[in-house]
């Protein structure tokens, strides 16, 4: 299992768009893909879910990845935390 | 004549006929089915029909409207496929026994609720998005094609909220205005009209019914009210108003895409000042040659302890690579005097205006002067940043920038981080700046004179103190001698010279600006366009000899 913290830097937070391009992403891996935030958590593959956390900027969130292609998955899904939120 | 009064979200006048846009709601009854395999089916194959239809919807609004707005159909067809609300809908089939119609229409109003009630305007406006994709699959699943706005002329549109489908649906040539009774200024529906740039009000609290439908409105979104049958004379007076407004507007967009240049062929920049990263959309639309003047305090106004280079370096990165090869001069840190930030812990001071303050804070406290300029290096790779130092007052004070710089650029060197070379340039904002401001020519790249401090200084009036009006003399020909005077020092070293005050956008001295020289005006967005028109209209020779 691999981990990913990181802090929102987006002035919208994580709303409609950029959660629509995460599943996009996310459901390019097998492994699962779980962001957290103060306790809840959200599968990175389900829209609603992503979008019910209410990330908002500022905020801190945790990205865990559990399975065959974590790694990959890892990779990519970081990079585009930091370079879209 | 009738009067309802909203929020406008785009100004401008609409006169015409009123169409009161009514929806028929998906009836849904809950019935028992035998087979819940052959109705989840059912589902699916709607869904799928759905998704369709939504690309559709998508293409036709990336050709209309923009990527940007017809992201929400791709935003709609994710939500037809998101899990949870398959799963929700598959298990009130399988667990309760009833028809599709009736599982939708449950877990559309359970997912729209999770967003309604939450703490956050713009999640709690999706509930509408979650709402529109339930009623798209029930009209699928009922076999009706849904509704369509007919209208053979061109309306105003008033509605009780508008769903984003149906604005995409509208046939935009038809439409003079939207009047919404709900929806926020987040909603679809306000996006849509800013993207037309038509007038547009919401929250108004007119009645949907024949004493509105059918008849003659005016929408004026200057001050938010819509008039239903106007009498005679008013309705003359807002076709006045309508025609000089659009005088107005076709005359400034003809100036779009110009070359700022007078008619004996001077050039001139025309640059934009924003506060925010939220002002560069306009920045853009006003046609702007860059940015003359980035301030960086709201990136630490609007918090509680200091930003981290990371941030900073993101809406660095971000203003850099949205204006893409044009000048963006991001202003370092200028708080103190009427600027405070709780978490600098600051003394109180007896004089603020002539206390610890901008470059004096940075040189002071260099750590927090270095966090922000390795971010602004950094970005310098992504575009053409370029910094400029406020409140210089001395060739002492630069060259201690200029150490301080040194040293930041041989830390990110070592680290083998990325960075560029920006340029940099100080404010000319205090009379000690202007009288030596030969001097300081020698050491920076450009010039950028602070007329609001300037005059603040030269003059020793506070302009905040409206007893000092009689005194107060913008044109105050000390100031003028000051701005020549420094423009003067500037050519005299090969380097540029702006203005990015108030004063810059004052029409009435744009001619005396072009004749002293000044290279660059950064202004408001909103008052390039008028001044790009004065310059086109300028012969600067002329001028000079119709002032001897």
């Known amino acids: ?85 | 004549m009738q009067i309802y009064s909203g929020k406008s979200v785009f100004g401008g006048i609409a006169i015409g006929k009123i169409s009161v846009y009514r929806k028929d709601e998906q009836q849904v009854k809950r019935t028992r089915i035998e087979d819940a395999d052959s109705e989840l089916a059912r589902y699916n194959q709607a869904r799928k029909d759905g998704i369709e239809q939504l690309q559709q919807l998508y293409d036709k609004a990336l050709k209309e409207v923009g990527e940007a707005n017809a992201a929400i159909f791709e935003i709609h067809q994710m939500m037809l496929e998101d899990d949870d609300y398959n799963e929700s809908v598959e298990n009130i089939i399988r667990t309760q026994m009833v028809n599709a119609e009736y599982a939708v229409a449950t877990t559309g109003d359970n997912f729209s609720h999770i967003f309604s009630s939450m703490d956050d305007d713009y999640m709690r406006e999706r509930a509408a998005d979650v709402k529109d994709i339930s009623e798209r699959l029930l009209a699928i699943l009922n076999g009706s094609s849904g509704n369509q706005i007919q209208a053979g002329e061109k309306v105003i549109i008033v509605a009780d909220d508008l769903a984003p489908s149906e604005t995409v649906q509208l046939d935009k040539d038809l439409v003079l205005s939207f009047v919404t009774v709900h929806g926020s200024l987040n909603s679809h529906t306000a996006i849509l009209a800013r993207t037309m740039s038509i007038p547009a009000l919401i929250g108004t609290s007119l009645p949907l019914d024949d004493t509105v439908d059918g008849k003659l409105g005016i929408v004026d979104g200057m001050n938010g009210k819509i008039y239903v049958d106007p009498d005679e004379a008013f309705l003359e007076e807002m076709l006045e108003k309508q025609r000089q407004e659009q005088e107005k507007k076709q005359l400034l967009q003809t100036l779009k895409g110009r070359e700022n240049i007078t008619l004996d062929g001077q050039k001139i920049m025309l640059y934009a000042n924003i506060g925010n990263i939220k002002d560069l959309a306009t920045v853009l639309q006003n046609d702007a040659g860059g940015i003359g003047l980035f301030r960086s305090e709201f990136i630490y106004l609007e918090r509680d302890d200091y930003p981290s280079e990371e941030e900073q370096f993101q809406i660095y990165k971000t203003v850099a690579e949205t204006m893409a090869s044009k000048r963006v001069i991001i202003r370092t840190l200028d708080i103190g005097a009427d600027k405070q930030c709780d978490y600098f812990e600051m003394e109180k001071e007896e004089n603020p205006a002539l206390g610890y303050r901008a470059i004096r804070i940075c040189l002071t406290r260099p750590e927090v002067f270095k966090t922000q300029l390795r971010a602004l290096f950094r970005a310098s790779a992504y575009g053409k940043i370029a910094i400029m130092y406020p409140m210089i007052t001395s060739v002492r004070e630069v060259c201690r920038i200029q150490e301080i710089v040194e040293e930041v650029k041989k830390e990110l060197l070592q680290q083998g981080i990325e960075f560029g070379e920006p340029e940099q340039g100080i404010m000319i904002e205090t009379p000690a700046a202007v009288l030596i401001s030969d001097e300081l020519a020698k050491h920076v790249d450009f010039f950028s004179i602070g007329t609001n401090d300037l005059t603040q200084y030269t003059l020793a009036i506070d302009r905040q103190n409206t007893k000092l009006d009689e005194f107060y003399d913008p044109h105050h020909p000390a100031v003028l001698k000051m701005i020549a005077m420094v423009v003067e020092s500037a050519h005299r070293e090969g380097i540029w010279a702006g203005i990015c005050g108030e004063l810059g956008a004052d029409l009435e001295l744009t001619q005396e600006f072009l004749s002293m020289g000044v290279d660059e005006l950064s202004v408001s967005p909103g008052s390039i366009l008028p001044i790009r028109k004065v310059v086109l209209e300028t012969n600067v020779e002329e001028y000079k000899k119709s002032r001897k």
């Open chain 1, 1 to 85: 299992m691999r981990e990913f913290k990181y802090v929102i830097t987006d002035q919208e937070g994580i709303h409609a768009r950029p959660a629509g391009e995460l599943v996009k992403v996310a459901k390019g891996f097998a492994c699962s893909i779980k962001l957290e935030k103060d306790g809840k958590s959200g599968d990175c593959k389900r829209i609603f879910g992503i979008m019910g956390l209410a990330v908002k900027k500022g905020q801190e969130v945790t990205l865990t990845f559990d399975g065959a292609d974590e790694d990959a998955a890892y990779e990519t899904v970081s990079k585009f935390m930091q370079e879209n939120l």
